[in-house]
Nanobody
């Protein structure tokens, strides 16, 4: 079982930046092909934000602006999400997610094999 642990959430004012991080447990990290960030805003469904495969190829949800940058370090089993110019609508719980093999279907929750516990992001206006 892969464990994903997020960090870096917090409360910030609009216009600020946050860098979210996720670390995957080493023992089973070989099971992970694609790592992704999802988020769930209050009262809304969880949605995929961005994903990156082992080659570093990145994908972003259509709703995500250029303010989001996803990156991955395979050697350290880490996944980061840099969010700049934060807006109140970016608030929510951000989850690290992983699936086997490639990132095909990464934004479909039925393909996600592992989930982190989430880290809270609150952006005040």
């Amino acid at each position: 079982q892969v464990q994903l642990v997020e960090s870096g959430g917090g409360s910030v004012q609009a216009g600020g930046s946050l860098r979210l991080s996720c670390v995957a447990s080493n023992d089973y990290s070989h099971q992970i092909g694609c790592m992704a960030w999802w988020r769930q805003a209050p009262g809304k469904e969880r949605e995929g934000v961005a994903a990156v495969d082992r080659t570093g190829a990145r994908e972003y949800a259509d709703s995500v602006e250029d303010r989001f940058t996803v990156s991955r370090d395979n050697a350290k089993n880490t996944l980061d999400l840099q969010i700049n110019s934060l807006k109140p609508e970016d608030s929510g719980t951000y989850y690290c997610a992983a699936k086997s093999w490639a990132c095909n279907g990464w934004s479909d929750s039925s393909y996600i094999r592992f989930w982190g516990q989430g880290t809270q992001v609150t952006v005040s206006s």
